[in-house]
């Protein structure tokens, strides 16, 4: 079956600067990559995703990069927030399941 | 967009008892539902997924028995907890996919067995 690995797992910026999140998956017939913002006590919400005939899709301060031949997929935030602070979750598509990436808890310092 | 509601978003319950978590897609027909569990400081696994009219389909290690799925209609799964201990306490969360929406989650159902 699929598996997803994400780096790192804790990662602490100063507000403004760039935070990337990088994935790896293994199965080769997985097409479609979304992102997810977790806060605290809550459910996973969509924040961008990214299907494998695309190499990179950006949304304001949020971009998504894909390489299929490598199978890996990254996100970047630029200019953080204090409010970018929550765990993301990398996850890949694949037999009409997601396969879920351990998370990064990403801390925002003002 | 699509919207998936989850209730209870807590509850707490005596040991013994069983639980019933509700989740409904608002204004999508989910041809699919999923039920996930999360652990503190942990990622989501994956205990089931359910098709409308159909058995749900269990991971492997995820009780059947103890984890009673029922997807009786395009916008409705229920997950039950049945005979619930301690050690069933957790985060569990349901997730939705139609024809025209892709996996949108509710907002989870914290479960304490005390």
């Known amino acids: 079956g699929e598996n997803v690995e994400q780096h790192p797992s804790t990662l602490s910026v100063q507000e403004g600067d760039s935070a990337v999140i990088k994935c790896t998956y293994s199965d080769s017939a997985s097409n479609y990559f979304p992102w997810y913002k977790q806060e605290l006590g809550k459910g996973p919400q969509l924040i961008i995703d990214i299907r494998s005939n695309v190499g990179e899709k950006k949304d304001q301060r949020i971009a998504v990069t894909l390489n299929k031949t490598a199978k890996h997929f990254s996100l970047h935030i630029t200019e953080t927030q204090p409010e970018d602070s929550a765990v993301y979750f990398c996850a890949a598509e694949a037999g009409n399941m997601l396969t879920f990436g351990g998370g990064t808890r990403l801390m925002v310092k003002p | 967009g699509a919207v998936v509601s989850q209730h209870p978003s807590r509850v707490i319950c005596k040991s013994g008892t069983s639980v019933k978590i509700e989740c409904r897609s608002l204004?999508?027909?989910?041809?699919?539902m999923f039920w996930y569990r999360q652990f503190p400081k942990q990622s989501l696994m994956l205990m089931a997924t359910s098709n409308e009219g159909s058995k749900a389909t269990y991971e492997q290690g995820v009780e059947k028995d103890k984890f009673l799925i029922n997807h009786a209609s395009l916008t409705l799964s229920t997950l039950t907890v049945t005979s619930a201990h301690p050690e069933d306490s957790s985060f569990y969360i349901c997730s939705a996919t139609g024809q025209l929406y892709g996996y949108t989650f509710g907002s989870g159902t914290r479960l304490t067995v005390v």
């Open positions: 204004d999508f027909q989910a041809t699919t």
